[in-house]
């Protein structure tokens, strides 16, 4: 890599660290540090929403997914538009009246509780746990795909890969918490945006146009050029059904608790839901176009990029797929935009891990420490031990992640059925169903959560 591309890629980095040390002077009590006292615009919030959403998935794990199998992969990113956009058509309004009605309800567990009633307290831990649990291995997601891009971009080992990207990150969640991360997820979320814009134009650009593209891709698989072939319905349906579980990914629905007023909700549904449609296309585009570019590039190209190159049925492929945004980023690109480039990538990677790690961090220190151990603790005393948690949490979760051969499509696909199938029916109901009960909404969630641990480890194959 030149040195200009890590020149520009180490200024963002030192800029995402002063947005941590800015908003710790501004992190006073314990609902600044989890939901940033309720000050959220619109348009920070849409964007922060998105781009934690998001992660490394979408320029990693989705142009994989296409580059690998075609447009058949596709039918994800239509289910996840389609359920981002009823998450705030349904669901942002109310969560953010509800929660704040609710005994100012900080956390999702909190909320629940007050909600339901709930004196025993369990229905607050068991929402705890849940979130612990399903949030390490999200993480641990994330960081994978962090570590990757290191590795590529850097020639470093995946281990060493793997512990600087985590401490990136931990520094301005530990420091700033939850306005550290939106103002960080704003900023990641713009270079995102422009990212998976310019790339696949560029990339089309040099294939000689769309059309060529398309022939290119047909001649090696035309199978990859159709959406249904070779795909079920059911699998069609599974691809579709990610988009129910919007509404239990407590790292997006904090941002709607988060917001300044509910009357914000519209502006936000607007930009956020048309971020989220532009990114997805361009992501499947990068895939698509990956590999018809890859598939008569020279190997030359890719060897000082340590990028593996392999032939597969004839056809000259990357050994992993994804790794095509960080290959086009390095081959089409000067140095000073490369860098940016590879900026946006971890920004997607950053802009969810921080946000996750936050979460997790609150349900530490608000519905562990505070509910079970220290009922009359400090708010300084609080913050601190959300502080100590973070950093606790992403030791496990970059544990998790030390195996190199870990793709970050299989551990996000297994963490989002876990917070949609446990919180995703319980959410829902209980904003627009008086009859639930505390004790359903419990079983809801140990239901939930026990089918996908489950089905994830014994009957999957």
Do not use: C
Not at 5 to 28: E, S
Not at 58 to 86: C, F, N, V
Not at 105 to 116: A, G, H, K, V, Y
Not at 326 to 350: E, H, K, R, W, Y
């Amino acid at each position: 890599m030149s040195i200009p591309t890590i020149i520009t890629f180490l200024i963002y980095l030192i800029g995402m660290l002063f947005i941590g040390i800015t908003m710790y002077r501004r992190t006073q009590n314990l609902s600044d540090f989890v939901l940033g006292g309720r000050t959220l615009g619109p348009y920070v919030g849409a964007l922060s929403a998105g781009a934690s959403d998001m992660s490394g998935w979408l320029l990693l794990g989705l142009p994989g997914a296409i580059y690998l199998s075609g447009l058949s992969e596709a039918w994800i990113a239509i289910g996840l538009a389609t359920g981002a956009y009823l998450n705030w058509q349904f669901i942002a309004k109310r969560l953010r009246i509800y929660t704040e009605v609710a005994s100012d309800s900080i956390t999702i567990p909190d909320f629940l509780e007050n909600r339901f009633k709930d004196n025993s307290r369990l229905l607050r831990v068991i929402s705890a746990l849940v979130i612990l649990l399903f949030f390490t291995f999200y993480t641990s997601s994330g960081m994978v795909a962090g570590a990757k891009l290191f590795e590529a971009s850097f020639g470093l080992s995946y281990q060493t890969a793997l512990w600087i990207g985590v401490v990136v990150v931990v520094s301005y969640t530990f420091l700033g918490g939850f306005l550290a991360v939106v103002w960080t997820d704003f900023i990641q979320g713009t270079l995102m945006l422009l990212a998976l814009i310019i790339v696949p134009l560029v990339a089309i650009n040099q294939l000689g146009g769309w059309t060529e593209t398309v022939q290119v891709v047909g001649n090696i698989n035309p199978e990859h050029l159709n959406m249904v072939k070779g795909v079920g319905i059911m699998a069609i349906i599974s691809s579709l059904a990610w988009g129910l579980g919007y509404v239990g990914q407590p790292h997006i629905i904090v941002r709607f608790m988060a917001l300044q007023s509910p009357n914000d909700v519209p502006k936000a549904r607007l930009v956020g839901t048309t971020w989220m449609i532009l990114g997805l296309y361009g992501a499947i585009v990068t895939g698509f176009a990956g590999l018809a570019y890859v598939s008569s590039a020279d190997p030359a190209l890719f060897a000082p990029l340590g990028l593996e190159i392999i032939t597969e049925d004839g056809v000259q492929m990357l050994a992993d797929p994804e790794k095509i945004f960080i290959a086009f980023t390095q081959i089409l690109f000067n140095p000073i935009v490369a860098g940016l480039l590879l900026a946006a990538i971890l920004s997607a990677i950053m802009s969810t891990i921080d946000s996750q790690l936050l979460v997790s961090s609150s349900a530490v220190a608000e519905d562990f420490y505070k509910g079970f151990f220290r009922r009359n603790a400090t708010n300084q005393e609080l913050v601190w031990t959300g502080r100590i948690a973070t950093i606790a949490i992403a030791l496990i979760a970059a544990l998790i992640a030390m195996n190199p051969d870990s793709t970050v499509l299989k551990l996000v696909s297994y963490a989002w059925a876990g917070f949609g199938a446990s919180f995703g029916p319980i959410i829902l109901l209980s904003l627009f169903w008086k009859g639930v009960t505390r004790n359903g909404a419990l079983i809801g969630i140990i239901v939930g959560a026990a089918t996908v641990i489950i089905w994830g480890n014994y009957l999957s194959g």
